[in-house]
Structures are given as C-alpha cells and as structure tokens.
C-alpha cells in the first residue's frame, strides 16, 4: 500500500521508508522485505538506506519519540536541564524506550530553531520554545497518550522573527511578477541578466550561480533538472525555514525562474526533515501557482515551457547539504557526497544535467528578474552583490533573521540584534569561523567572512572550549563513514576533547589536536571531514586559556589506565605485586 504509484522505482525508497514508518511507527525487519521485492531492489540497499538516516528506526522506538535539539544554543538555553527534567517525570534514561514501549527521549542535531528555543522534536514535529510547564505539560499528555493532534497547536506554529529587512524580505512583488518580467526577456535575456547580476550561491560555497546555469543549459542532455536545496543543516542556521514559511512563492518562483533558464521539465524541492512542518503548506503553494499557471504545461502561456516541482524529504543526515550527497538522497540511497567530477551540472540527479541551488539563492533570483541584474549588482561588495540573511541567536537581545547588505561588518550585526559584552561570534556555523574581538570590524562577504547564514553570539560568561567541544561532537555525528580518515579522525577529534574536558588533558593532547587538522584537511573526501576541526583550531589559536584550563599536566598524561585495564588479570591469577603497579603519570624529573 505503501509503494502505490512508485512500484519499481527505486529512487523513491527514502521517501517509501519516511512513509511507512510513518504508518508502523517503525521500519520492521518483514516491512523492509516487502519494500525490497515491491521497489525492485535488494533488501541490503533497502537496508542499507533505512540504517543510514538518524530519523529513520530499523529498531522499535517509543511510541512517542522525542528528540532535544542538541545544538550549543539549545544547551545554552537550558536543553540538557529539561531533558533531564522530562526524563525524571517519565522514570526514563536518555537513549532508552520505556518499558511499556510508550516513550524514548533523545537528543538530535540542530533542529533549526536557534532564534527560539530550547526545542525539541516529537514524533518528527517540532516544539520550540520549551520551559519547565512546556516540558511537564509534555509529560502529561504522554502519559494521557494523547495523540499529538490533539496537543496544543500554537506549540507546533514558529515565529519567523524577522529583525531586518532589506530588498528580499521587503520584495512587494505578487507571485508570477518576477516570471513574467523574465518570460519576456527570453531564455537567453534572463541568464544574461543573471550573469549581470553577479548573483553567487547563499549555501556557503558562493559559486557564481549563471555559471552553473549557463554549464547546465549548454549539457547535451535535453532532460534538465532543477533541485532546491532545503536542507540547512548547519547548527545555528534557520533564515531559509523562514524564507520557506513565508516567502515560499519567492523560492517556487526562484525554482521556476531557474528552469527557463536551463530548460528544464522537472524540479524537486528537497526539505530537510527538522521542517517537515513546513511541508502541508508548501504543497498548498504548488497548488496554487499550478492553478494559476505558474507550475504545469506551458506556464505563463509560453507553449513548450513545462514545469513542476515535487518535494521531498530528509531524515536527518546533514550530509546530505552537500549537493552531491543530496542527489544521491533524492535518487534514494545514502547520502554518501559523489567523486566529483563528473559536476552535478551535467551529471546530476539519476544522471542527467541538474542545478542545485539554495533557498535564499533562488528567492534572490526573483528580484534580479524584477530590477534587472545591473541594479542587483550596484548593492554589496565588488565580489559579493546584493544581500545577505543571517540567522542570528546566542547571546543578544533581539535572536532572528537579519537582511543586511553584503559588507555589513560584524559589530554593526551585533549592534542591531543588541549584543553586549561579546566575547566570540561563530559566523558560517560549525564548520565556519570563530572570531574574537578584535576581529568584528571584519566584513560579512565571499572575499572576508563568507557564511551560509549562522551568526551565533557568544557572551563574556561563556566557555569558547565548551562551544568546540559540542561541534566536534556534531561532526563526529554526523559523519556519514564513507572515507576513514573522517570517520575515525572526527571520533578521535571528540575523544581528545571529552579527556580534555574532563580534567585529564596534557599539552601532548593539544599537539594530537594540531595532526588531526592536518590529517582531516588533506584526506577527507568531503568538506565536513576537512571543516570538523576548524572550531577546535580556531579556538585554540584565539582563546587558549580556555583549553588550558583542562590541562591536568603541562606536559604529558596517558590516555589509557594501563594499571586499571590490568586489574582483572591480577583478580583472575590471584597475584597482586604492590612493585608491579605502575605509577599513572610520570611527573617531571628536576
Ligand atoms: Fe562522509 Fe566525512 Fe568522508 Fe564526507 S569526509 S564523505 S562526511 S566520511
């Protein structure tokens, strides 16, 4: 019942396996096997696919899942206090299922709720918000077991919390304003405004966004494919959940605008998990611009130009940010980023030429198709046009999204969200840049500091060694296992800090620390395992007191407790020599 229409298709089995442990609650071993024969597949890909994704349970859960988001500003905000609360209430250990198979209580990553929380997610739905009352109400309504339809419905609703707004956010425009302007300049006018623009990629990586168009257009393959990519993993992101709550017809319309530049018939809009709230009224959006014209055969009355949009959705794997790792989760399999070349421009999604382009990204094409590209182009920095979102939270008064004109420096951001005492700000999330002080005169741009989105404000009360410690744990997480390098050098980066923190640290850990980084930045495959120990390093180069403070010895301490390991042996031979003990920590001869 499940597979219906995608029988044999198996670039459908993630969005299969979502279904139908929304159904089972679970993915049960009998389940899989007929998932496996209905999608044409083997049952160790389907497997194999189920293991990979966090949100996704091959093992019986509770009935009510909760997950705590577990990003450094939840944990400031008070997370790990009332996860414990919750799990005190209902007599349960974090990471266990209760007895009766009720409930289990866990942590995830960055829910995307920064601006807002603590927050949590129950049974995929995210609460933001939560307090003591939330979290006993919670309890209540767990132990009632009443389903979450009937659990208050303002919990489930967000605020978009727009602090700023510039020429995106305060667009006027009516849905099919900006296709129409772009209709009537002709596929060939439109990317040449798009080239006039300088418009480069807001997901981080800043690519020039008509290159890509222009290598995906002139790509053999007639069959042309557009993909969204909204799946902001990053910890401390959420300005594109509120771009998709919003100003979702900016983003369709950016889609669109896309797609008569490439050609394209076919767009996905890939949705990360964490926002599958934002999923009933995305698809209302589609609706209505099918109805209006603006999706479907022949849009804008242009014969010849077709094209819709299906939305899919993540499980919770950050990974799958990275374009390629993204293609390989809309084709259905794990989220294992590609070796590239060859460029997903001409061999994307099942092969065939796609652009994958950012929320933001694809919103602002809307207002270079309004302006025209030259007027875009005259705001910003000479290599980075236009503006910026950012997602502030942290430390400040005023938490939100932010719409600044690229080459805002950092004091003037943290002077509109009314941050006082700053000790660090964390631009570009975890895997982007920590910077001091003396730094905050530096510029929000591709040529100074270039970010996704995430500006995390960190006050003179903070631990900057505490901040690195959650974001290697993060990393190690999150690495999808591919290559060794990242794998084993993200679990051993979060090893030495967890014997830093606590209190058993030499400056020999420190050194580790140091190889580490080169071994990740030379050997990983992707850019999560080269990213990982950006925030350790930039700490320890910026704020080392805050790491020497957990050095037990300034020179050297053992990780492993040879004496303890050997314990057993001396229980089981009976023998216990007081000369054969070995002293722990060889202190310095004078
Ligand atoms: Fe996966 Fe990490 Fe290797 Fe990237 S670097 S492919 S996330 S294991």
Redesign the pocket.
């Known amino acids: 019942d499940t597979v219906g229409e995608f029988a044999a298709r198996p670039e459908y089995l993630l969005q299969m396996l979502i279904r139908l442990q929304e159904a089972e609650n679970w993915l049960p071993p009998e389940a899989l096997t007929a998932l496996a024969a209905a999608l044409g597949l083997p049952r160790a890909r389907v497997e194999g696919v189920a293991g990979f994704y966090s949100f996704l349970h091959t093992r019986p859960v509770g009935r009510y899942r909760l997950l705590f988001s577990d990003n450094i500003i939840d944990r400031m905000l008070g997370s790990q206090a009332l996860m414990a609360r919750l799990c005190h209430t209902l007599w349960l250990a974090p990471g266990q299922v209760s007895e009766d198979g009720l409930v289990s209580v866990d942590v995830t990553s960055c829910t995307g709720l920064g601006d807002q929380g603590p927050a949590l997610l129950v049974n995929g739905r995210a609460i933001a918000r939560l307090d003591e009352a939330r979290i006993d109400r919670i309890a209540e309504l767990i132990r009632e077991q009443q389903p979450l339809d009937a659990w208050p419905a303002d919990w489930f609703r967000f605020d978009d919390n727009i602090q700023r707004r510039d020429a995106l956010l305060a667009c006027p425009a009516q849905p099919g304003d900006a296709l129409q302007a772009a209709l009537a300049m002709g596929r060939v006018g439109w990317l040449a405004q798009v080239h006039a623009s300088r418009l480069r990629g807001r997901g981080g990586a800043g690519f020039t966004t008509a290159v890509k168009w222009q290598a995906c257009r002139d790509a053999p393959n007639p069959d042309k494919v557009v993909v969204c990519n909204a799946d902001e993993g990053e910890p401390g992101t959420f300005k594109d959940r509120v771009l998709l709550n919003s100003h979702a017809d900016l983003v369709v319309e950016g889609m669109t605008l896309a797609a008569w530049a490439v050609g394209a018939r076919r767009g996905f809009l890939y949705l990360r998990g964490e926002y599958r709230n934002l999923r009933p009224a995305l698809e209302a959006v589609l609706a209505r611009r099918r109805t209006a014209g603006w999706l479907g055969a022949a849009i804008g009355g242009v014969a010849g130009f077709d094209f819709d949009i299906e939305i899919h959705l993540g499980a919770g794997a950050y990974?799958c940010g990275?374009e390629t790792?993204l293609l390989e989760s809309l084709e259905g399999k794990r989220g294992?980023?590609r070796i590239r070349p060859p460029f997903p421009v001409t061999h994307g999604y099942l092969g065939r030429p796609t652009v994958v382009n950012n929320v933001e990204t694809l919103a602002k094409c809307c207002l270079i198709a309004l302006q025209g590209g030259a007027a875009f182009a005259a705001t910003g920095t000479p290599q980075s046009a236009g503006t910026k979102l950012l997602s502030v939270s942290g430390d400040c008064a005023r938490p939100g999204v932010y719409e600044f004109p690229f080459g805002v420096t950092v004091r003037q951001v943290l002077d509109a969200c009314g941050a006082d005492d700053t000790l660090a700000v964390q631009v570009g999330g975890a895997a982007g840049i920590t910077l001091a002080p003396y730094e905050f005169d530096r510029r929000i741009a591709f040529e100074d500091v270039p970010t996704a989105g995430a500006f995390m404000v960190f006050d003179n009360t903070r631990d900057m060694f505490e901040v690195a410690h959650n974001f290697v744990h993060f990393?190690a997480h999150?690495?999808?296992?591919?290559?060794?390098?990242?794998?084993v050098g993200?679990a051993m980066l979060a090893d030495t800090l967890d014997k830093l923190a606590e209190g058993k640290g030499s400056a020999v850990d420190l050194i580790e620390i140091e190889d580490l980084d080169r071994l990740?930045k030379q050997a990983?495959?992707?850019?999560?395992?080269?990213a990982?120990p950006n925030p350790v390093m930039d700490g320890l180069q910026k704020f080392r007191p805050a790491y020497e403070r957990h050095l037990m010895h300034a020179d050297f301490a053992p990780a492993f407790d040879l004496d303890g390991a050997l314990r057993r042996a001396r229980q089981i031979t009976g023998r216990d020599d007081a000369a054969a003990h070995l002293p722990q920590h060889q202190e310095p001869q004078p």
């Open positions: 990974v990275e790792a294992t980023p990393f999150e690495s999808c296992g591919f290559c060794t390098p990242c794998r993200t990740l990983s495959h992707c850019g999560l395992g080269s990982a």
